[in-house]
């Protein structure tokens, strides 16, 4: 069964820019979170999407957004980048909602804003 | 801010030492997981535990789960070279209903000298 596969994996952006990266969920699985990791805070919450609809929030500005499509494959999207946007950018997947769902990491996507 | 804290930040072992970390939380946890993430890489689910006063074996890995539930540790006997990475804890925090986040600790880096 194939993973978690994001894209791109690694991107270079200008500040003032906007990116979009993409999330394929392991099949079968309709839940998918995502996470920002930097050496000095490292992996936070983002915001995670079950069925199309945003069910949790983590604390990060409106210029992060996301969607989930009905076949479950995410996006997110930031505007306007900053310099502190650069991290690893972590898409994860589970069965479902819950408390007792393990989730399962993408590789990422590297983003690095100049 | 992080609510799941995690001790040591960095451990530097003999190769064939013993290693652990702790995990503590201000609030009982539902479950705690752990993952382990390469230079590198990305975290990867190593195991759950759910019931209090857990204990659950990998190898030589040796997973606890506090009676209270509000805290967790990970101990590797003799340590290898592929032990290297950071380990993470993460539970699952919230305010009630769906309203549920898996937060993680800043993990612990763990290198091995041969």
Not at chain 1, 28 to 53: A, C, D, I, K, M
Not at chain 2, 60 to 87: C, M, P, W
């Amino acid at each position: 069964k194939a993973g978690v596969t994001q894209t791109p994996r690694y991107l270079i952006k200008t500040r003032g820019q906007q990116v979009t990266l993409s999330c394929s969920p392991i099949s079968g699985h309709r839940s998918v979170s995502w996470y920002q990791q930097t050496p000095g805070q490292g992996l936070q919450f983002l915001f995670e999407y079950f069925s199309e609809t945003q069910r949790n929030k983590g604390n990060f500005p409106g210029r992060f957004s996301g969607r989930q499509f009905s076949n479950s494959r995410s996006e997110m999207n930031v505007s306007t980048l900053e310099l502190g946007d650069s991290a690893l950018y972590l898409c994860a997947s589970s069965l479902g909602q819950g408390t007792r769902n393990t989730i399962y990491f993408g590789e990422g996507s590297w983003l690095t804003v100049v | 801010g992080q609510q799941v804290m995690q001790i040591p930040q960095y451990q530097h072992v003999q190769e064939g030492e013993d290693f652990t970390t702790y995990c503590n939380s201000s609030t009982t946890l539902s479950n705690i997981q752990w993952y382990k993430q390469r230079p590198g890489g990305h975290p990867v689910f190593l195991i759950q535990l759910v019931k209090s006063g857990e204990v659950k074996k990998q190898k030589r890995l040796t997973f606890q789960f506090g009676e209270a539930k509000k805290n967790s540790s990970l101990h590797i006997t003799a340590t290898q070279t592929t032990d290297v990475g950071t380990y993470f804890c993460a539970g699952w925090k919230g305010s009630g209903g769906s309203n549920y986040k898996l937060t993680f600790g800043k993990g612990t880096l763990l290198t091995v000298n041969p």
